[in-house]
């Protein structure tokens, strides 16, 4: 029996820092744990496997711009320039893709790519990858926001200028979950974006695509409660896809599940499961 790598990449991750999700570990050893395994990462990971880091300090501050701008599709260069502000000399484009490469295939970053239908009934996509990391604990941490910052608000996104950065720890959140449960299925996952075009710019969090084509779209909400303005782009793709389209879901924070009268099932992320 096969097992795919993105459950063995976060079982390594589980192993190399145990407590990352063990909330009634002291905050101390949660945040030395963290702190050690992206150590690990610059000084071992990928040395172990062929990349000779010259310059780990420009490697951490490009992580850091990488955690901060996730559950977004912040280009690289703009990437590279949130990483060193205000200098010149900042980490060459062909290195940074290196970096980006071997992480990737480790399974510390875990971009989420962009949808491309075959058959595409759609329009104008847009086909940037949305960063996520292997585990938003991570990117908190490379952040430097505490439980308290979030909750306050704080954590600057970069390339982002909408929703909170707690909201894109959330979605990061939901995304690792489903990812796990789709490739249990065999199934794939992506996310939804048309370019703007005169009229409003659809996005949806994530398009599991099953072998048959047949289609969930998920849209995640930090909030408890589900009104029309956040499911209407849901309710426009399925205008789009008909019988192609076999649910609709929005994950949130709420304590019961529920089915809207337009056929949007409302999941709290806390109550998800395979």
């Known amino acids: 029996m096969s097992v795919n790598p993105r459950f063995w990449g976060k079982c390594i991750l589980r192993q190399a820092v145990p407590v990352i999700n ?19 990462i610059i000084t071992k990971e990928l040395k172990e496997n062929g990349v000779e880091v010259r310059r780990p300090r420009a490697l951490q501050a490009w992580l850091h711009a990488y955690g901060a701008a996730t559950a977004g599709t912040a280009s690289y260069t703009t990437l590279l320039d949130a990483a060193t502000p205000g200098e010149g000399d900042k980490i060459r484009r062909p290195t940074a893709d290196v970096y980006r490469e071997h992480l990737s295939r480790l399974y510390i970053l875990d971009p989420l790519p962009a949808w491309t239908p075959a058959f ?18 991570l990117a908190a941490r490379l952040v430097g926001v505490g439980r308290q910052g979030l909750l306050g608000g704080q954590g600057e996104r970069v390339g982002a200028s909408t929703d909170t950065w707690l909201g894109a720890l959330f979605e990061s959140l939901a995304v690792q979950s489903v990812r796990v449960y789709a490739d249990a299925m065999n199934a794939t996952v992506s996310h939804l974006r048309t370019k703007q075009d005169n009229g409003e710019a659809r996005e949806i969090d994530m398009i599991v695509e099953g072998e048959d084509r047949r289609i969930i779209a998920i849209e995640v909400k930090l ?5 029309a303005k956040d499911v209407r ?42």
Do not use: C, F
Request: aromatic share 4%; glycine share 8%.
């Open 22 to 40: 063990d909330v009634m570990a002291p905050a101390r050893a949660r945040t030395a744990h963290l702190d050690s395994y992206l150590t690990r």
């Open 120 to 137: 595409n009934p759609l329009k104008r996509l847009a086909n940037a990858p949305k960063h996520h990391l292997v585990d938003p604990a």
């Open 223 to 227: 909030s408890a409660t589900v009104g």
């Open 233 to 274: 782009h849901l309710n426009w793709l399925d205008k789009q896809l008909g019988e192609r389209l076999v649910g609709k879901v929005v994950l949130n924070t709420g304590s019961g599940t529920y089915r809207r009268q337009d056929g949007v099932a409302v999941i709290p992320l806390a109550l998800l499961g395979p």
